[in-house]
């Protein structure tokens, strides 16, 4: 028989603050609404997030966004604080990453896609997994480890823009029907005002949310909804086999 965590607690460890919004918004909706405990953690402030502001300054709009977007949700946000475009593999990225997810103590972990168009994704990607791993093994790192932690379900979201290394969509083995949730992903990208003209400066993109919605009418038409969010389960040693996302939100989920 499947096993079910008796902790309801889900984590997001993402590179930046609106990364979430984009991957994983939906289903941490869905969760919430079950009563699940909800944490946003983003590796860095965003502070290279702008044309005008400098570092110090956007960072502090950037986290102000943030929480905004977590309360959509009622969702707490938590910050690394490493920096934008120097997300790195080291023992004080490691520490960070540990420290807040022994804080935190979920049961459920989403994070990067293991390939995506940048680095700061794909560290953020390695930390978070080593945090699932190293979070409640006591001698990593000081402060006490909450009660009945062990090790959580992990899932790699979608990559930015739906696309690997190569152009292709890569293959999605979970999905999740958030298509009561688009409105509630919208409203919480929204928070992240900055980031609209960030996004035009940089990146000659407009109306970001119809992007939102445009990769999830993507995962969506695989499965024959409107929207989905599309995630690989990290299913190695020691870590949970079954679907949790399957077990807690039922019908609304597709494993293959």
Request: proline fraction near 4%; include cysteine; hydrophobic fraction near 40%.
């Amino acid at each position: 028989m499947a096993r079910k965590s008796a902790r309801k607690v889900a984590m997001c460890m993402l590179a930046h603050p609106d990364d979430c919004e984009f991957q994983v918004a939906g289903t941490l909706a869905l969760l919430a609404k079950k009563g699940w405990e909800v944490h946003i953690v983003s590796a860095t402030p965003g502070d290279c997030g702008s044309m005008e502001l400098g570092p110090v300054a956007i960072a502090a709009k950037r986290r102000e966004e943030n929480v905004a977007s977590g309360k959509v949700i009622g969702a707490h946000y938590h910050c690394l604080e490493l920096r934008d475009l120097y997300v790195t593999f080291d023992h004080d990225a490691i520490r960070r990453a540990i420290s807040v997810a022994r804080h935190i103590g979920p049961s459920l972990v989403f994070t990067h896609s293991l390939q995506d168009y940048m680095l700061d994704h794909e560290v953020t990607a390695q930390l978070a997994r080593t945090a699932t791993i190293g979070s409640f093994v006591p001698n990593t790192c000081g402060g006490p480890i909450v009660p009945g932690v062990g090790m959580p379900h992990l899932y790699y979201a979608d990559p930015a823009g739906m696309l690997d290394y190569f152009g292709d969509r890569p293959v999605a083995t979970t999905y999740v029907d958030v298509s009561s949730k688009i409105g509630v992903k919208e409203k919480m990208l929204r928070c992240h005002a900055s980031q609209r003209e960030w996004l035009m400066a940089h990146y000659g993109i407009d109306e970001y949310t119809r992007l939102l919605r445009e990769g999830g009418a993507l995962r969506g038409a695989e499965i024959g909804v409107k929207f989905a969010e599309g995630f690989r389960q990290h299913k190695g040693q020691g870590y949970p086999k079954e679907c949790i996302l399957k077990q807690e939100l039922g019908g609304l989920v597709v494993n293959r």
